[in-house]
């Protein structure tokens, strides 16, 4: 695809999507030098044509980890899910900063309420993006060993991790608070109704994209690695402003209606209310700390580097 794009010679620049995407641009990019590229969750593909996006999806994944902890030490949940797709770098960053959110968040829970409360990690990785039933199954297995959410890093896959949350909450009679549903790369808060979602650690690959057109149209198109963080907007967790910015493109999807979003909104305010304001407060905390340089969240891109996170941040989950 890359090359029939490319031989064109229409396009002032070629987006690809995907860390898999990084072996056919390596050769594309080599075959067709007057062809500008740029590529997301990538930054090892070296060449005078190609721009690389990589997110620092630890500082997003810190702030989910946080409130997803402090969540379950305030319900008594024993633990906080995560359900990953394959086991590459980019979500070893994930992994990597929502074990340290999680542990973040556990000593600011005993800060705030006098004792340390017993919170494990619960994770997999699927091996697929793709396969909602296989989503489901190993959220329903997580909610059953007493997690609070499943914190989705799996994309499509995640409708899965939802339905399982879903169910829960339909076998139980409940509406609103745990478990809960943790969405990715895009405010998934909406989704399902907006009973169950209550907050998304984004990642703006619409930031990328538009940083990329915009260095091709104002002439500035530099080759090499950019990386966005909370600092550059380019991640963060799910605010009310994203909320409703996501509705309109639910609803321009036709994924739900105009006549949907009072309730959405109206069910997702009263999720977040589930949470003790103190919580949101010591998220908050935690963002800018990450902003002011004061709190540094690891990262992975290697086995060797997510080995010592996981060994420093155990969290009963090796």
């Not at 997003?60 to 997803?68: C, I, N, Q, R, Y």
């Not at 169950?196 to 990642?203: C, E, F």
């Not at 994203?242 to 999720?271: H, K, R, S, V």
């Not at 935690?286 to 290697?302: R, Y």
């Amino acid at each position: 695809n890359l090359r029939n794009l490319s031989r064109t010679g229409e396009y002032d620049l070629i987006i690809c999507v995907g860390f898999l995407l990084g072996d056919a641009l390596a050769a594309a990019a080599t075959e067709f030098p007057n062809q500008k590229f740029a590529i997301i969750d990538v930054g090892y593909i070296t060449g005078p044509n190609i721009m690389n996006f990589v997110f620092r999806e630890n500082e997003m994944s810190a702030l989910v980890g946080a409130l997803a902890a402090m969540s379950a030490a305030q319900y008594n949940y024993s633990a906080a899910g995560v359900v990953l797709g394959i086991e590459i770098p980019v979500l070893w960053h994930f992994e990597a900063g929502f074990r340290f959110g999680m542990d973040w968040g556990l000593k600011a829970y005993a800060a705030h309420e006098g004792s340390m409360p017993a919170v494990n990690l619960l994770y997999t990785y699927t091996g697929t993006f793709s396969d909602i039933a296989l989503g489901k199954a190993a959220s329903e297995a997580m909610l059953a060993q007493g997690a609070v959410g499943i914190y989705n890093v799996a994309g499509p896959l995640g409708v899965g991790d939802l339905e399982a949350v879903t169910e829960v909450h339909d076998n139980a009679g409940t509406t609103y608070g745990p478990p809960y549903y943790y969405g990715v790369d895009a405010d998934q808060d909406w989704m399902g109704g907006g009973a169950h979602g209550i907050a998304s650690g984004m990642k703006r690959v619409d930031t990328a994209c538009y940083m990329a057109i915009e260095a091709v149209v104002k002439g500035t198109f530099t080759p090499g690695v950019i990386s966005l963080g909370l600092a550059e907007g380019g991640v963060g967790i799910s605010n009310a402003r994203n909320m409703l910015e996501f509705i309109d493109f639910g609803i321009g999807a036709g994924q739900i209606t105009a006549a949907d979003a009072p309730m959405i909104l109206y069910n997702w305010q009263q999720n977040r209310l589930t949470v003790a304001d103190w919580i949101w407060d010591a998220v908050a905390q935690l963002e800018q700390g990450i902003l002011n340089n004061s709190i540094f969240v690891p990262t992975a891109d290697t086995g060797a580097q997510i080995a010592t996170v996981r060994a420093q941040y155990t969290l009963g989950a090796p």
